[in-house]
């Protein structure tokens, strides 16, 4: 494995690092993004949080307007931002802005001619954590994951599925029922199939209920004013859901915030300090 630094950039004291490298798993070149605090050292291990961003969004997104660089130089943590879906030449895609390179969903596609690239959630769950955990001096070994929207339903569906993994799992407007809402079934059908029990894997409502162990603790920011809400983020039925199986979900409606990175920079601050807390 070949890793490549791109850019460099000092950032509250630590530093915010862009790579590019083969990605096996994916079967094309791949860019993350790494923030390392400064504070780094044998006696103050660094736990890492993952940040998944949404629909036609890349790495850049969270480490250029997510304005949490601040927050987690004071906590001691590290971020990575993986990309959000394979990309290349020959890689497939699509003229909808929501479907194809952009927009992976962070799961495993079994569909034609998403199957040979588009297998996102091995990616996160295998190549890039052996990658990402040797950058980090001093590693603590606890990890915690976030995102936006898709990104949200990833972290969702990763911490759900890996909860022995993820101490903690945060998400600001998240498509948390994607199996009912325009940009799941889309999604679900073009890289899953017609057969909507295969979606089920994937889908955080039908994930909350059968946990394997505990599910880790959930935050949820959504804005009021977020013009997405009424036809793909409504929260009832995962909330219904997660409250059935005993779940801890911290549920908070922000009045006038929408779904831009306005309103993640301005809740972010909160969202780190409840991941830190499940850091020992």
């Given at each position: 494995m070949c890793l490549k630094m791109i850019e460099q950039h000092k950032s509250h004291g630590g530093l915010q690092i862009k790579y590019r490298?083969?990605?096996?798993?994916?079967?094309?070149?791949?860019?993350?993004?790494?923030?390392?605090?400064?504070a780094t050292t044998a006696a103050t291990p660094t736990a890492l949080i993952w940040w998944l961003a949404g629909l036609t969004c890349t790495d850049d997104?969270?480490?250029?307007?997510?304005?949490?660089?601040?927050?987690?130089a004071q906590q001691n943590l590290a971020f990575v931002m993986p990309d959000t879906s394979p990309r290349g030449a020959d890689v497939a895609d699509?003229?909808?802005?929501?479907?194809?390179?952009?927009?992976g969903f962070y799961l495993n596609a079994t569909e034609t001619p998403w199957q040979e690239h588009f297998h996102?959630?091995?990616?996160?769950?295998?190549?890039?954590?052996?990658?990402?955990?040797?950058?980090?001096?001093?590693?603590?070994?606890?990890?915690s994951i976030m995102g936006h929207s898709m990104g949200g339903h990833g972290a969702l569906i990763l911490g759900l599925k890996n909860?022995?993994?993820?101490?903690?799992?945060?998400?600001?407007?998240?498509?948390?029922?994607?199996?009912?809402?325009?940009?799941?079934?889309?999604?679900?059908?073009?890289?899953?199939?017609?057969?909507?029990?295969?979606?089920?894997a994937w889908d955080a409502t039908?994930?909350?209920a059968n946990v394997d162990g505990t599910p880790p603790p959930i935050l949820i920011t959504q804005?009021?004013?977020d013009d997405f809400y009424d036809t793909q983020l409504v929260e009832t039925d995962f909330l219904?859901?997660?409250?059935?199986?005993?779940?801890?979900?911290?549920?908070?409606?922000?009045?006038?915030?929408?779904?831009?990175?306005?309103?993640?920079?301005s809740f972010i601050e909160r969202h780190i300090a409840f991941h830190k807390h499940y850091f020992s």
């Open positions: 490298h083969y990605a096996e798993t994916l079967q094309t070149e791949a860019t993350f993004s790494l923030y390392l605090p400064e997104n969270f480490s250029q307007k997510g304005a949490f660089q601040k927050y987690a699509s003229e909808d802005w929501d479907l194809g390179q952009g927009a996102m959630y091995d990616y996160l769950t295998k190549e890039l954590p052996a990658i990402v955990y040797d950058l980090i001096p001093h590693f603590s070994g606890q990890e909860p022995a993994r993820f101490k903690a799992i945060s998400a600001f407007a998240p498509i948390s029922h994607p199996s009912v809402v325009p940009w799941g079934k889309k999604a679900f059908t073009a890289y899953l199939g017609e057969d909507q029990t295969k979606w089920q039908a994930l909350v804005g009021t004013a219904t859901a997660a409250k059935e199986a005993g779940a801890s979900v911290r549920y908070e409606s922000e009045a006038g915030y929408d779904h831009s990175y306005f309103t993640i920079a």
